[in-house]
């Protein structure tokens, strides 16, 4: 049924136009008027509340900038369109993972202009026969959004080209913007005639439709949204040169889940979420999320993958083998390097080129021997710098033939005509190498198709005379500019501006041993197979699914005007903790219990500087020489280092390796847990360090007789890093109940017996306190992270038992706006140290009055 947000609406702008839920009036399908943002009125919103539902199937509606749709004209003298399925579309192919039980619906627009008078006809029969909506653009409105603004600002400034000059990319023309934003919002406007927002998923795609999720939040403020960009997001020094570079943030931000090919993408975005919008992101059990007003944004990090399907169904194609044949018999005797770009000027062509020239001039013996093989696609945009690129292009390969040509040999034969898929396969099939030397690409998948081709099938080995069981081979040479290089662990990485660099790499993939190109090959052939499009959008799908649990239970509501709005969803009992509250509880209390993690609480995490600053010793020394207080420092370090850096803290009490090691006070011995020996406890840890090796490219499990070791050497070492420290928290919390301790190493991460958690410091302190016969009447416990949780169940059951008194204060504090068992929170370690600075003052002011009476008493 409808969603009952409808009554929660802000209206972005003053407009006539209206929306209605399925069932009702459907929208206008022609926009006329550039920059009206539809609103709800009173009617509409009381009719869509009270609609009942009409669906019983999950559904997925899928938003694109181009429906998967061929449409051609009828030529059978009948008026109308005819329409069919574009095989090579990525949001079909991605239907392949989504299951049989999902409904999908395409929302997008048509590469063919539709005369008005046919465009209901045909939305019509797009419903109906192909479950398309149409979004139809006038074609003033579609050039200025989609040639004007994202081909002229977007896409250059996301492959890193500054507009310095006229002649380099477009200068920020404001008209352009609000076009992309009117298109934007006309495409929401055709979700929402289909879209059941309690239960549907939507999934926007790509850097046409970035302020789409700000229209469809504001629309249903618990709406199940998913992006994914499938370019390159640029680093913060280039996105900031954006005038609009705010509104696209906030905008993205109002999707549930964001998903990049690359965690370089991911990261820069992530930095210029931080540097523009000061919003930082936390890692929680091996997913990156953005605490935005309340809501968790997550961070998606996966390649798209090839369609195996439709690549083997042309493979097994007798056209392929007869193709493969010809060439077979054309470059017999030679080796062939293949190079398959677009003709535009990310692509790096030229810079091939030029390796290639210099590849035949330092190895004369290759002549006649090695061709390159160069396919030039059509560029997707057009303009002067297409034109640039195709002319020098075509000079350089005339230099090249008539410098090194002879009668018979044509060094590079340059194919700048459409190919049929299977004649492009063909190519692949025949190549001994692929060269892929853009200069900056979102991800290119390109190598995953050579790997898939140079597997072959029987037809194809017989046809190359080759033995079917014996073990492949190929050779990749790919940019580290790309967004599929990360995943090719076997391929030669070169940066493409460095001639002598590529040459090198051509000549080191032509010298490389039989052996060795089995195993690259081997190497690639897995990784593609099992990354497979189905494999993405089911994991995409998995994400979205898991953000979205918990919408139903959040309290929302709008705020913000225009592209700034967004949602705030929060628990209602979680709010922020009052100095002024707890010093009042601390001085009318008399037994207490102060529990303190220190990484990310006492100091700011991974700074510099470990060690405890004079200001933290201080406040620390303060809380422990008032007589009525138990402090305990409770840390992941060691015992040594805890030792040596609280050497100053005499009734400090300390806890190492999240409980692990114990000592009550400086003078006092550390004291550890009782090992036992079983290893039963991997039964928990394995499927935990497997979902991490799931979601980190690279990562593996080494499994020991005593010990699970998760190795993170070959994945890229920033995500590898950052992953880790979340597996460590992670393993913390699972095995806390089970005689094992996790601990982090040198690109690893070890689980061995023998640990316990932070909340069995908290429970034995309490217990102490109890059987002292001072129980606790006020206890304090700040953390930061998934291992301080324990502590905070521990002292929020305490409550109801017998080891707090029955008035007891508690205050159970996390850092930072997020979800968590604490029941308050502070915004960072500044504020977390002035409301201890608070207590300490209010210990040393109730010290100088007992001070003071006494000397009355004697004076008296």
């Not at 992101?281 to 990156?288: D, F, H, L, N, T």
């Not at 798209?304 to 392929?320: C, P």
């Not at 109940?737 to 996790?742: A, D, K």
């Amino acid at each position: 049924m409808a969603s009952r947000s409808y009554s929660n609406l802000l209206d972005l702008t003053s407009g006539d136009s209206q929306t209605f839920s399925r069932g009702g009036k459907k929208l206008s399908r022609v926009a006329t008027v550039a920059g009206i943002l539809s609103e709800l009125d009173d009617e509409s919103r009381s009719n869509a509340s009270d609609a009942p539902s009409s669906i019983s199937q999950e559904r997925m509606i899928i938003v694109g900038n181009q429906l998967p749709l061929r449409a051609h004209k009828r030529i059978d003298g009948e008026k109308g369109w005819n329409f069919s399925w574009d095989e090579d579309s990525l949001l079909l192919q991605l239907k392949d993972g989504l299951g049989e039980d999902i409904e999908v619906i395409y929302v997008g627009s048509l590469k063919e202009e539709i005369d008005p008078s046919e465009q209901d006809d045909v939305a019509q029969t797009l419903l109906e026969t192909f479950k398309c909506v149409p979004a139809f653009i006038p074609p003033e409105l579609f050039s200025k959004f989609y040639h004007g603004f994202c081909k002229q600002n977007l896409w250059p400034l996301f492959h890193y080209m500054l507009p310095l000059s006229p002649d380099l990319g477009g200068r920020f023309d404001r008209s352009l913007w609000q076009a992309y934003v009117s298109v934007n919002k006309i495409f929401a406007d055709k979700v929402m005639e289909v879209i059941n927002p309690d239960d549907d998923f939507v999934w926007v795609h790509d850097y046409h439709l970035m302020v789409l999720p700000t229209f469809l939040r504001k629309r249903f403020n618990r709406v199940k949204l998913g992006f994914f960009l499938h370019s390159p997001f640029p680093s913060s020094e280039i996105y900031r040169t954006l005038p609009v570079r705010d509104e696209i943030l906030r905008a993205l931000l109002n999707s549930d889940l964001i998903g990049f090919h690359t965690f370089d993408y991911a990261r820069h975005f992530l930095s210029c979420c931080s540097r523009m919008l000061g919003i930082s992101y936390q890692s929680k059990r091996g997913y990156i999320g953005l605490e935005y007003y309340g809501r968790t944004v997550s961070i998606k990090i996966l390649p798209v993958g090839i369609h195996m399907g439709q690549l083997q169904s042309v493979l097994d194609l007798h056209e392929t083998e007869t193709r493969v044949a010809e060439l077979r018999d054309k470059f017999h005797g030679q080796t062939v390097l293949l190079g398959v770009d677009d003709m535009d000027i990310f692509k790096g062509i030229s810079l091939k080129l030029l390796a290639f020239e210099l590849l035949l001039s330092q190895h004369p013996d290759k002549r006649g021997e090695l061709v390159l093989v160069q396919i030039a696609n059509p560029a997707r945009g057009r303009g002067k710098d297409v034109q640039e690129v195709r002319a020098e292009t075509y000079a350089t390969v005339k230099r090249i033939n008539q410098k090194f040509g002879s009668t018979g040999y044509e060094p590079v034969i340059l194919v700048d005509k459409p190919l049929q898929f299977y004649e492009r396969i063909a190519y692949y099939a025949i190549a001994g190498c692929c060269l892929v030397t853009a200069v900056r690409d979102g991800m290119n998948l390109i190598p995953y198709e050579y790997v898939i081709c140079r597997q072959g099938t029987e037809k194809l080995d017989a046809t190359l005379g080759l033995d079917p069981t014996a073990p492949k081979k190929s050779m990749l040479v790919v940019s580290e500019f790309i967004g599929c290089s990360p995943s090719l662990s076997g391929a030669i990485r070169v940066n493409p501006w460095n001639i002598d660099a590529v040459t090198e790499a051509m000549d080191s993939a032509l010298i490389v041993s039989e052996a060795e190109k089995q195993m690259r090959h081997e190497k690639h052939y897995r990784y593609v197979c099992t990354h497979d499009v189905a494999y993405w959008a089911q994991s995409f799908l998995q994400d979205l699914e898991r953000v979205c649990r918990d919408h139903v239970r959040r309290r929302c509501w709008g705020i913000g005007f225009g592209l700034g709005f967004r949602v705030v969803a929060l628990d209602p009992s979680f709010r922020k903790l009052s100095v002024e509250h707890i010093v009042s509880a601390y001085k009318r209390t008399k037994n207490r219990a102060i529990l303190l993690d220190y990484d990310g609480t006492m100091t700011v995490r991974n700074s510099i500087s470990k060690g405890p600053n004079a200001e933290v010793i201080s406040i620390l020394n303060n809380l422990c020489r008032e007589p009525k207080n138990i402090v305990f420092v409770v840390s992941g370090e060691d015992s040594k280092t805890l030792t040596q850096w609280f050497s100053s803290c005499e009734t400090l009490g300390l806890a190492a390796e999240h409980g692990y090691f114990v000592r009550p006070k400086r003078d006092a011995e550390w004291e550890t847990c009782v090992s036992v020996v079983d290893f039963y406890w991997k039964q928990i840890a394995e499927p935990v360090m497997r979902l991490y090796t799931e979601t980190t490219d690279g990562s593996f499990i080494d499994s020991k007789e005593s010990t699970l070791v998760w190795n993170y050497q070959y994945a890229d070492p920033d995500f590898g890093s950052c992953q880790a420290k979340e597996l460590l928290d992670h393993l913390e919390s699972v095995l806390a109940n089970e005689p094992v301790t996790v601990k982090s190493g040198q690109h690893i991460v070890e689980v061995k017996p023998q640990g316990v958690n932070k909340g069995l410091v908290a429970e034995r302190l309490l217990e102490t306190m109890q059987q002292k016969g001072s129980v606790a009447d006020f206890v304090l416990c700040i953390g930061d992270d998934r291992s301080d949780e324990d502590m905070f169940e521990v002292i929020m059951s305490a409550v109801a038992s017998a080891s707090l008194s029955p008035v007891a204060e508690v205050f159970a504090c996390t850092v930072g706006q997020k979800p968590s068992k604490a029941k308050y929170y502070l915004e960072d370690t500044t504020e977390i140290l002035r409301m201890l600075q608070g207590l300490a003052s209010a210990s040393e002011h109730s010290a100088k009055h007992v001070t003071i009476s006494s000397q009355r008493v004697i004076i008296d």
